[in-house]
Antibody
Framework: QVQLVQSGAEVKKPGASVKVSCKAS????????MHWVRQAPGQSLEWMGW????????QYSQKFQGRLTITWDTSASTVYMDLTSLRSEDTAVFYC??????????WGQGTLVTVSS | QSALTQPASVSESPGQSITISCTGT?????????VSWYQQHRGKAPKVMIF???SRPSGVSHRFSGSKSGNTASLTISGLQAEDEADYYC???????????FGGGTKLTVL
């Protein structure tokens, strides 16, 4: 069955970067796009960006333009989310999600990133 | 890109029905039949309950149903149970620069 396993919690200082991984299994890796979703404490889900199935093109929310990079390593069936210039407002749980083209059948378990001095 | 508009909270008694609205624009909810709904229990990853406005994934209770009228989508839960108490989010494809947008979320309390 499809599984998405994310890397563990991180604590970062303001201005630093964080790279969160999402290892996929149970399906041909490049046949599904992978999306990243952020959820700040007590807040709503927020779409961040995606890497498209097949060609690996990326697209990001304007809110994260210039700070967010999504990449994949097809040999490792892993997608990476790299967020730079962290600030306290970036403290959140980050999820990878995939599945059908217009909705998410599968979610990772979430990775808590805490930004604190 | 603004989030889709949902009521912050709703509450109802067990056994009753409730409808959660999700209002967007003619660029998202009104333009596409790609609205999905997610249930999220505290500390857990979201789970899809409805996709493509009104389709239900296998394994999701028939008590959950979805619909759309104009720029507003709705999630209806009938025969409320204690386990339905959770946060619910709508999600839509959009023609804006960021092609997907979530709603602000609705906290459902089963009294």
């Amino acid at each position: 069955q499809v599984q998405l396993v994310q890397s563990g919690a991180e604590v970062k200082k303001p201005g630093a970067s964080v790279k969160v991984s999402c290892k996929a299994s149970g399906y041909p890796f490049t046949t599904y796009s992978m999306h990243w979703v952020r959820q700040a404490p007590g807040q709503s889900l927020e779409w961040m960006g995606w890497i498209k199935d097949g060609n690996g093109d990326t697209q990001y929310s304007q809110k994260f333009q210039g700070r967010l990079t999504i990449t994949w390593d097809t040999s490792a069936s892993t997608v990476y989310m790299d967020l730079t210039s962290l600030r306290s407002e970036d403290t959140a749980v980050f999820y990878c999600a995939t599945g059908s083209k217009y909705f998410y059948d599968y979610w990772g378990q979430g990775t808590l990133v805490t930004v604190s001095s | 890109q603004s989030a889709l508009t949902q009521p912050a909270s709703v509450s109802e008694s067990p056994g009753q029905s409730i409808t959660i609205s999700c209002t967007g624009t003619s660029s998202d909810v009104g333009a596409y039949n790609y609205v999905s709904w997610y249930q999220q229990h505290r500390g857990k990853a979201p789970k899809v309950m409805i996709f493509d406005v009104s389709s239900r994934p296998s394994g999701v209770s028939h008590r959950f149903s979805g619909s759309k009228s104009g720029n507003t989508a709705s999630l209806t839960i009938s025969g409320l149970q204690a386990e339905d108490e959770a946060d619910y989010y709508c999600f839509s494809y959009t023609s804006s620069s960021a092609p997907w947008v979530f709603g602000g979320g609705t906290k459902l309390t089963v009294l």
